[in-house]
């Protein structure tokens, strides 16, 4: 199936119309004018066995979203019914990431709370004929199924007495079968034309240590005999989930009315996905497995902590989730419009500093010796009154060697030989000589500067170009970890059959540099991603020490994407 790219334009565009509530939002008005709800009550619940990703980000300000809206509650439910799998580890850290974005759930709990009353519910549901044991094994059960044209065989255990199987599987919990040897399936129709009707199965066995309850069951129940059954318990009016679930909806709904319980519904949205990105939570455990990223936290994973190491931060993924809205049709998102929010809040937000990436050195011939002039710059141009930083500037400077040009075109307007630039927040210097080492390679640019042209004191003269420099002396070493896109297919459900998604690996996603920074970079407490003037967004990260500064790339100014 090939997937419809919503281009960044197009969503661009979508986002300046006026909005208009989306599916979900006018089933809940509706639900509520009419009186069938009094109050919205939705509830997000990941498997805890993985970190979370970009698209349970999506999930998650749908689900919180939409209470926060009408003035309901959203509870955080994990969905632990596979015991192999899961881990407290991930627990923890679904929580950090859940309130990183901005939400707090109203209750904390866990389908294995629910074990109990799952439990009894099976009884009841044997009681009344409606559930038997299974001794068939999994591969027979598959091929009894039936197919979408082909009705399925009835197995040969499903007319066991109500006695029996109560017995039977008060047997299975109690340890007496092991693992494949018996379910329990529900009894509803192995004719029926939706195949998840045909007998689905209640619960397995399985002999594994469950992070919460232990060894206490030996019997779990499975996803579609779980998830609605909690929904209801809790009172969840709208319980939201990704398309795939359709047709299991019928289940849920009988179920519900099966057991006569509260009546909560669910209700499928699409799914986000984004070009050049991955977001099955198997794939990125093996990439974390195999060490072909240095962790969940790597900063080109889109989980929340990578994209949080990143520099992305939790206002822009709101503001990307609500401009890509909600639909019903499957989707593949450009990652250009996320990280167009990402720089979108991060301008309006960040500190700048200068940092020169490539240097070349710029001696101003005629700046007294030793002298050392303090300038007081903004730390946001959007704030020019607001707090400062100071910068100071020397005869010995550092630029980026981009910055300066031997044999420039007309319309460069930066610095080249006998031009003049303005050294940004100060002078303007004019290039009087050129110094090469032996191999031909620029080492330094001997220039003058005009002292009247001080930006306070001085008379307004305008140059064309303004650039980046630090001081050399005052100039602190950064590592910088510059990072681009992990994958270089920009629609990664389309891998060809003969490939892996591992062979779309970016070789290029991670290149190391170096900087030289301003030395108020290194004090700065924003807590967020600063602007390198003129390059990027770049974040400290955790690998940083007093004496080795690292910082990541978190994106560049301007989107220097093209279109192949
Ligand atoms: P994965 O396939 O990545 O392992 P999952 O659906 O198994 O994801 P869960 O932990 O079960 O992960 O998901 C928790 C909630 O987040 C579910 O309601 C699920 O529908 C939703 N969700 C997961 N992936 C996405 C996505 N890409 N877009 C929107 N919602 C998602
Ligand atoms: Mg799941």
Excluded at 71 to 91: A, F, H, M, Q, S
Excluded at 480 to 494: E, K, P, W
Aim: proline share 5%; with cysteine.
């Amino acid at each position: 199936m090939c997937r419809k790219i919503r281009t960044f334009e197009r969503l661009l565009y979508l986002t300046m119309e006026e909005k208009k509530l989306n599916f979900l939002e006018e089933i809940i008005e509706r639900d509520l004018a009419e009186g069938k709800v009094d109050s919205v009550m939705t509830r997000f619940p990941p498997e805890p066995n993985g970190y979370l990703h970009l698209g349970h980000a999506k999930s998650i300000c749908l689900n919180f979203g939409l209470a926060q809206k009408y003035g309901g509650k959203t509870n955080l439910r994990y969905d632990d019914t596979n015991p192999t799998k899961e881990d407290t580890e991930y627990v923890d850290s679904i929580k950090e990431d859940i309130r990183w974005l901005g939400f707090q759930w109203d209750k904390e709990l866990y389908a294995s709370d629910y074990f109990d009353q799952l439990y009894e519910w099976a009884e009841d549901l044997i009681k009344r004929g409606l559930a038997y044991v299974d001794d068939q094994t999994q591969e027979e059960i598959r091929l009894n199924r039936g197919t979408v044209d082909k009705p399925g065989t009835p197995s040969p255990w499903r007319d066991r007495t109500p006695e029996e199987n109560l017995k039977l599987f008060r047997e299975m919990k109690a340890g007496k079968y092991a693992e494949g040897e018996k379910v329990l399936r529900a009894k509803i129709d192995m004719a029926h034309p939706n195949m998840m009707f045909r007998d689905p199965l209640l619960y397995r066995i399985k002999f594994a240590h469950h992070h919460r309850t232990g060894d206490k069951w030996c019997i779990y129940p499975m996803y579609d005999y779980t998830h609605g059954q909690c929904d209801s318990i809790e009172h969840i009016t709208h319980s939201i989930c990704t398309l795939e679930f359709d047709v299991h909806r019928p289940l849920y709904d009988w179920f519900i009315q099966t057991l006569g319980i509260y009546p909560s519904h669910q209700y499928e949205f699409a799914r986000l996905n984004l070009t050049y990105t991955l977001m099955s939570k198997r794939k990125l455990l093996e990439l974390v497995q195999k060490g072909l990223v240095s962790g969940w936290d790597d900063p080109r994973m889109p989980t929340l902590c990578g994209v949080r190491r990143r520099g992305y931060t939790a206002q822009a993924l709101r503001m990307f989730c609500d401009k890509i809205g909600v639909s019903k049709r499957d989707q593949l998102m450009d990652i250009q419009l996320l990280e167009w929010c990402v720089r979108q809040d991060l301008n309006e937000r960040s500190n700048r500093y200068m940092v020169v990436q490539d240097p070349v050195k710029l001696t101003i011939t005629n700046w007294p010796e030793g002298k050392v002039e303090w300038f007081d710059c903004p730390l946001n141009p959007a704030a020019p009154d607001g707090a400062k930083r100071s910068v100071p500037f020397t005869g010995d400077l550092l630029i980026d060697r981009a910055d300066f040009m031997e044999d420039a075109p007309k319309k460069f307007f930066r610095l080249k030989p006998d031009g003049e630039v303005r050294l940004k927040y100060t002078y303007i210097v004019k290039c009087n000589e050129v110094i090469k080492d032996g191999n031909g390679e620029i080492v330094e640019l001997k220039c003058t500067y005009d002292p009247s042209t001080h930006p306070v004191t001085g008379e307004w003269r305008s140059v064309k170009g303004t650039i980046h420099w630090v001081s050399a002396s005052h100039a602190k070493e950064l590592e910088l970890r510059n990072y681009d896109r992990l994958f270089t297919l920009a629609d990664m459900s389309q891998v060809p059959e003969d490939k892996d998604y591992k062979d779309f690996l970016n070789p290029e996603s991670l290149v190391l540099g170096k900087g030289y920074a301003e030395p108020a970079l290194l004090s700065d407490a924003s807590g967020i991603a600063v602007q390198f003037e003129r390059t990027g967004y770049y974040v400290a990260d955790k690998d940083s020490t007093p004496d080795h500064p690292v910082f990541n790339k978190t994106t560049a100014l301007k989107d220097s994407y093209k279109p192949e």
